[in-house]
Structure formats: structure tokens, C-alpha cells
């Protein structure tokens, strides 16, 4: 392995505000809409701030060992993108949709160096019943409140 001494600038992630998301008024909503899809089109990644979701759990999680974390790993599906993603899954294609171009970006970019866990709203039709994309939580038992 190589390792880089040049030093880099610190990139300028962007916050968004989720409180501003979920019970802002309609302008301070619109605002944090247009930062949300600003930052995704530039960066393709945010800092979410104000989500509810203690730091405390976060890193409960993070730090469980990795054959734990893989009981809900990500299906590697093209629709589903529930679950835990571990370091090297994902590649930013920074909204390219290209087939040949998306193509060349897997064959050339280097993997993302980041663990995740992908959560969201189970419910993605107007039929609460159905549920396509479920969220994939672990048992109480190994991991208490999640």
C-alpha cells in the first residue's frame, strides 16, 4: 500500500439542517431542499445535522464487529439500498447516468472509503402495507434499541 504525504485542503462538506427538513416553514424548507439537492449534485455527500439519531448509538453500531454489521448487509441490488455497506461497496458517479460512462467509473474509480448504514422510509408507495425496501435492523438482542 501507498500512502500520500502531500497535504490536502479539507473539503467544504456541506450541513444541512433536518430539523429545517421536517418542520420548517415552507421557505426554510424549500432553502434546505435546494441546499440538500445543491450538495448532493456537487459533493454527492452530506452532514446531516439535528436527525435524532444519537451520536452515542452511531458509534455502537460502527464500532460492532464487522461479521455483525454484515447480518444487514446491503443485497448489492440496483433497487435496494437498505442495509450495511462496508468499505469499498459504493462508488460516486456524481450523477452521471451514462450507461458506458457509469460503466467506466466502476472499472476505473477508486472505491469509497467509508463504512455505511443506508435507513429510510419504509414506506415508499401510498400503500402503507406494502413495503418493497425494507429497512434491515438487527435483532434486539444483539444490538438493544436499534
Known amino acids: 500500500m501507498t500512502v500520500s504525504t502531500q497535504t490536502v485542503e479539507p473539503a467544504n462538506i456541506p450541513v444541512v439542517d433536518f430539523n429545517l427538513l421536517s418542520s420548517g416553514t415552507p421557505q426554510e424548507r424549500n432553502a434546505a431542499l435546494k441546499q440538500l439537492d445543491d450538495a448532493f449534485q456537487t459533493f454527492a455527500f452530506i452532514y446531516l445535522s439535528n436527525h ?24 448489492g441490488s440496483a433497487t435496494d439500498h437498505r442495509g ?18 457509469v460503466e467506466n467509473i466502476r472499472n476505473t474509480a477508486k472505491p469509497e ?29 444483539i444490538f438493544p434499541g436499534f
Open 52 to 75: 435524532s439519531i444519537p451520536q452515542e448509538m452511531s458509534k455502537r453500531f460502527f464500532d460492532l464487529p464487522h461479521h455483525v454489521k454484515q447480518l444487514i448487509a446491503h443485497p
Open 84 to 101: 450495511f455497506a462496508e468499505v469499498g461497496l459504493g462508488l460516486v458517479s456524481q450523477g452521471i447516468w451514462d450507461a458506458e460512462k
Open 113 to 141: 472509503q467509508k463504512e455505511i448504514l443506508e435507513i429510510g422510509n419504509p414506506y415508499t408507495t401510498n400503500d402503507p402495507t406494502a413495503n418493497p425496501y425494507p429497512n434491515r435492523l438487527l435483532p434486539e438482542d
